[in-house]
């Protein structure tokens, strides 16, 4: 056990770190550092947005060329580390450009969150408690939420909820807000909080009560990452005969029936289905770290969506009417533009501005557009020719950089592995012989 460890320098940290975990490794110290920013102030930057800091953790970062949302032409940044994500995202996002692009409409941009509270008492002297100081408890956050109403957001609704039929004396205060272009998590945690700190003075206070209605334990104030009615919509349109394509092998027809029935097993089937949302959050996710918000929300948001019936199913969906097929997502994403580590990280600054300043409702139709863009190219691939032949391609180059093969050797195992299964020991052998030869 080590205490005291958060209060150490960096360069103390890393030095316990080599001394106790690395054997004293020089190299290891020299890596560690190695991967610091150049410019001391934007390490700094990077230093704090956690703790115990002690390097930076490299993630690529990607463009998606040609991505046409409703009739506009967007270059998107994707941070991901997984390979082919954006190549199968701009093969999507071109092959949609010539068929009308992606339309979006954001549905609403309701954001909540609960004050969870234990009280026992007869409960409609709670509701009266609770409708005669409704004002009193705007009145009371109104120092927090001022700045929030002048930008157009603010607490749109105050509900009592009981759950006393599920815990004995258990009720909540659930708040929706209107959060404008942030994402707003301290925000509404600070009025939660503040509602919470209301309530364990005023019920107290409360003469209507008896001694025993007086007492109060606030469990919890927190925002609810589940977002129901921030919610978006993608979708993207064309004839059938629109989407044959030569190096497809298949009719329209024939790759719509397939397309279609994938779709309809990741509606039935769980399993299928976690692994189609998968594909969507590798695209979502990408938009979501290079713009620096949070995917673990927005993650957690879409999963509870797409289980909302009682069964986890796909987000995505088609419709196929009039010769046409029509392919759509519509699921929540609580996003920010303003706030946050969006406007703290360089790089998420970055991403902004080369999506032209968004607002949160622009943001959530881009991204939302994406997760359906990533999952037409998965479907797409694994109807057709199957996932692998791209993945492997990147495999193999990960595989090469790995084992650190110049340009020529790249060459060689390339054409050798055109049709072959891709492995480490494969390509490693392989390397080894062509450099046995030189
Ligand atoms: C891989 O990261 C994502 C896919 O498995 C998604 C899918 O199967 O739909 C290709």
């Not at 008896?210 to 007492?215: H, L, V, W």
């Not at 196929?320 to 406007?343: C, S």
């Not at 190219?377 to 032949?389: C, D, F, M, N, P």
């Amino acid at each position: 056990m080590i205490s005291g460890f958060s209060k150490l320098s960096k360069v103390e940290k890393i030095d316990y770190l080599v001394e106790n975990y690395f054997s004293g490794s020089s190299r290891v110290k020299g890596d560690l550092k190695a991967f610091w920013h150049d410019n001391p102030n934007s390490q700094k930057v990077f230093d704090e947005f956690s703790e115990n800091t002690i390097t930076n953790f490299y993630s690529p970062y990607g463009v998606v060329p040609n991505f046409m949302l409703n009739d506009k032409l967007h270059m998107v940044p994707i941070v991901t580390e997984e390979s082919s994500v954006v190549a199968a995202l701009s093969k999507a996002a071109k092959f949609w450009s010539t068929r009308g692009g992606f339309k979006a409409q954001v549905v609403d941009t309701e954001k909540l969150g609960q004050v969870h509270f234990i009280w026992n008492g007869e409960k409609s002297k709670l509701e009266e408690f609770f409708n005669s100081n409704y004002e009193n408890i705007i009145a009371h956050i109104t120092p927090l939420t001022r700045n929030m109403e002048k930008r157009g957001g603010g607490v749109k609704s105050l509900t009592l909820v009981d759950m006393s039929d599920k815990e004995e004396g258990y009720f909540q205060i659930k708040a929706a807000f209107e959060t404008c272009d942030a994402m707003g998590a301290n925000f509404i945690n600070s009025v939660l909080e503040s509602i919470g700190s209301y309530l364990k003075t005023a019920i107290p206070a409360h003469d209507a009560f008896s001694d025993s209605e007086k007492e109060i334990q606030v469990v919890m104030c927190i925002l609810s990452n589940y977002t129901p009615n921030c919610l978006v919509k993608a979708w993207v349109e064309c004839g059938i005969e629109e989407l044959y394509e030569p190096s497809q092998e298949m009719s329209a027809d024939e790759f719509v029936e397939k397309f279609t029935r994938a779709v309809r097993i990741a509606q039935i089937d769980v399993h299928r289905a976690t692994t189609h949302n998968k594909g969507i959050f590798n695209g979502i996710d990408g938009v979501i770290l290079a713009t620096g918000n949070d995917f673990r929300a927005v993650e957690a948001c879409g999963h509870t969506h797409a289980a909302r019936d009682g069964q986890y199913r796909s987000l995505t969906n088609y419709k196929i009417y009039d010769g046409k097929f029509r392919f759509e997502i519509e699921l929540p994403l609580a996003l920010g533009t303003v706030g946050g580590l969006t406007n703290l990280h360089p790089l998420a600054k970055m991403s902004l501005d080369m999506l032209e300043n968004p607002s949160a409702k622009e943001l959530m139709m881009i991204t939302a557009s994406v997760g359906l863009a990533q999952n037409f190219a998965a479907l797409r691939s694994l109807v057709t020719s199957g996932i692998q032949k791209g993945h492997m391609k990147m495999h193999l180059m990960n595989i090469l950089n790995q084992l650190e093969a110049t340009e020529s050797e790249k060459e060689i195992v390339r054409t050798e592995f055109e049709h072959k299964v891709v492995s480490f020991k494969g390509v490693r052998d392989l390397l080894e012989s062509v450099r046995s030869l030189q």
